[in-house]
């Protein structure tokens, strides 16, 4: 079999085998570094799984508001692990720096989701507008990747938010 929707097919699956490999080598790598850095395995282990159901929220948003995936766009999990992850590590370590102040778990957390949450609420905001911005060019895959890095940044930010702190409380 020849032609081009065959050498389009070929291309696809290549492209969906090689960003499947560096998602799930970006998840380990990730995962070792939270492992090391935090000398406990349960918090990142919490924050990893935040992380891995806002790549799923992102697939469904991406099912709905664009139908399909490119050979651009398949690549938007691996871009997501690495922006996520830093949601999780702030939020572990400032809700770690007020109970190492004395503080109770509630208090704890709020404080945390007044500094830390509010912080990065605007660095998942001026990330997600700079993928939209995208969104204005002419080439459709590029502006299709911009619209999924976009709300899949707010989408992680939304699960470090919400899932984590009730991970943490669990």
């Known amino acids: 079999i020849t032609g081009e929707m065959v050498l389009d097919q070929d291309e696809m699956e290549s492209s969906i085998s090689d960003s499947t490999r560096a998602t799930l080598w970006s998840l380990v790598l990730v995962i070792g570094m939270f492992a090391v850095s935090f000398h406990n395995p349960w918090r990142p282990a919490m924050a990893l799984f935040a992380l891995a ?3 799923g ?4 948003y991406t099912t709905l508001a664009v139908g399909h995936l490119n050979l651009l766009t398949v690549t938007f999990a691996t871009m997501l692990i690495g ?3 830093d949601f999780g590590i ?8 007020q109970r190492a102040q004395g503080l109770e778990p509630y208090q704890s957390m709020l404080t945390t989701m007044r500094h830390a ?6 660095g998942a905001f001026t990330t997600a507008i700079a993928f939209w911005a995208i969104c204005f060019t002419d080439f459709r895959g590029v502006a299709e990747l911009g619209l999924i890095a976009g709300s899949g940044v707010l989408l992680s930010f939304l699960a470090m938010t919400t899932v984590l702190p009730a991970l943490i409380f669990l």
């Open 117 to 122: 949450g509010v912080e990065n609420f605007t």
């Open 83 to 85: 922006l996520g992850a």
């Open 90 to 97: 702030h939020f572990i370590y400032g809700y770690e720096e």
């Open 53 to 55: 159901l806002s790549v």
């Open 57 to 60: 929220w992102t697939l469904g």
